[in-house]
């Protein structure tokens, strides 16, 4: 808010208060005026002196309460400025938000269904909402189109089976129990969306046993207390701290750049010195967490993408091109599994070094164009790296020098070659990939454009109604 619009409703206030003091002391002097008539003059000014140190006494004591006030905040300010500062960064981390939006999900569905007094009272709501609620938007869509498709599958073929086989006895039960698992199972490992369906089947049928009621009323209940759950969840996920798959896709998309820009400097490095398989292996193996961490939430948000609630490009765009990247660092860490040869890394190696460090500069810098939705780096850092290295192998082979080397040390520089070739490629493709996601608004560019037209539209309607 402005200083202006803080400073309007003081200007309304002080003579507001300067009027209600001025009404206060009309009041004690028609209250006490035929008092103070008849008290000795002398006594008059010896209680106005009294009266004006009182007054000047409570104008310090209130001074003085007002500057304690001012410091003590000031001190508390400074204080908690750091603890603020803590809260915040981890309500930026999606792992502590999730945590909170699951304890608001269990605490609202228990509280809705004691309101709505359900039957089984919660027993089945709050499970399902805690199951439901996932870490994105577009997972929870997922989940909850799961659960709900497996618990009336599961329902309505339990209900068959105890019409066709009557759990009355210990082993009429156990039938039924086999003839509702079998099934049920067999379909969940065909469509694993269908793994709730032998759990319905099987609940409803212990209780139904146990309680002495129908199963069609029992699965009656379960689907209400199941559809309240679904429902709590989905709305604790659009309200409460919402985790658009699109907006954590990005993030991921950026852990793998970051993961590139760490290990490729080291993979260059492998030509002037051996370096540990294992080392090596624990690098790849750190981009490849990243990556598919960053395809499976690609494929959340496909969920989003059906119920055409994300303004954002595909991730599974970005996923595909992290995976070519991640590729493109697999070739040249086997390219470096051995050191060039003696004569050949002096004039190799600071081309290639040069090539790493651009290149992890171009990822890092790129990763936070992603974040931030920015326009991506210029990629004429690398293509300058690759020219001098590309120029100087084109120049060697004129030499007749390369035709010294092995056959296999030839082979390798030729791999080298078509890898380099291939992450230059890819990266054109990651700066359109940026490009793309910096062009489009998101959430809240999409929450600021609906907001503009509502506005468009109720000027347009006033002037019509004029």
């Not at 067999?186 to 009621?213: F, H, W």
Request: aromatic fraction near 6%.
């Amino acid at each position: 808010m402005s200083t202006v619009a803080l400073a309007a409703p003081m200007r309304h206030r002080a003579p507001l208060r300067r009027r209600f003091h001025g009404a206060a002391a009309r009041l004690i002097v028609w209250r006490s005026g035929p008092h103070l008539r008849a008290t000795d003059p002398a006594g008059l000014e010896e209680l106005e002196r009294a009266a004006a140190v009182f007054a000047a006494s409570v104008r310090r004591a209130r001074r003085a309460a007002r500057e304690i006030a001012t410091r003590c905040a000031q001190h508390v300010s400074a204080a908690a400025r750091g603890t603020i500062a803590f809260i915040r960064a981890e309500l930026g981390r999606a792992q502590l938000r999730f945590c909170l939006r699951a304890v608001a999900n269990a605490l609202l569905a228990f509280g809705v269904t004691h309101m709505l007094a359900i039957p089984l009272h919660g027993q089945w709501a709050v499970p399902t909402a805690v199951a439901v609620i996932q870490m994105s938007i577009g997972a929870s869509l997922k989940a909850a189109a799961e659960y709900i498709l497996g618990t009336i599958g599961g329902a309505l073929y339990a209900i068959m089976i105890a019409a066709l086989v009557p759990p009355s006895t210990e082993l009429s039960f156990a039938l039924a129990l086999a003839l509702a698992i079998g099934p049920l199972a067999y379909a969940a490992a065909i469509r694993p969306s269908l793994r709730i369906a032998p759990v319905t089947a099987v609940l409803v049928l212990m209780m139904a046993t146990k309680l002495g009621e129908a199963p069609i009323g029992l699965a009656y209940d379960r689907l209400l207390e199941v559809g309240v759950g679904l429902a709590v969840a989905i709305v604790v996920s659009f309200v409460v701290l919402p985790a658009p798959a699109h907006t954590l896709g990005l993030r991921s998309a950026a852990d793998a750049l970051e993961s590139m820009a760490r290990v490729l400097p080291a993979v260059m490095a492998g030509f002037a010195m051996r370096a540990s398989p294992l080392r090596n292996l624990q690098l790849q193996d750190e981009i490849g967490e990243a990556v598919r961490g960053l395809a499976e939430v690609a494929a959340e948000a496909k969920g989003e993408r059906i119920a055409n609630l994300a303004p954002d490009p595909d991730p599974s765009v970005l996923a595909r091109t992290m995976r070519r990247l991640r590729h493109d660092v697999v070739m040249l860490g086997r390219a470096a599994a051995e050191p060039l040869p003696a004569w050949l890394a002096p004039e190799l190696q600071p081309l290639l070094d040069e090539i790493g460090a651009s290149a992890r500069d171009y990822l890092r810098a790129s990763a936070d164009a992603l974040t931030a939705r920015h326009q991506g780096p210029a990629i004429a850092w690398v293509d300058d790296a690759l020219g001098a290295y590309f120029g100087h192998v084109a120049a060697m082979r004129r030499n007749g020098e390369l035709t010294a080397l092995p056959a296999a040390e030839r082979e390798r520089i030729f791999a080298l070659g078509f890898a380099l070739q291939q992450l230059r490629q890819n990266l054109a493709e990651l700066a359109d990939g940026v490009a793309d996601w910096a062009r489009n608004p998101g959430w809240r560019g999409k929450a600021c454009d609906l907001a503009l037209r509502f506005r468009l539209w109720r000027g347009a309607r006033s002037v019509t109604v004029r």
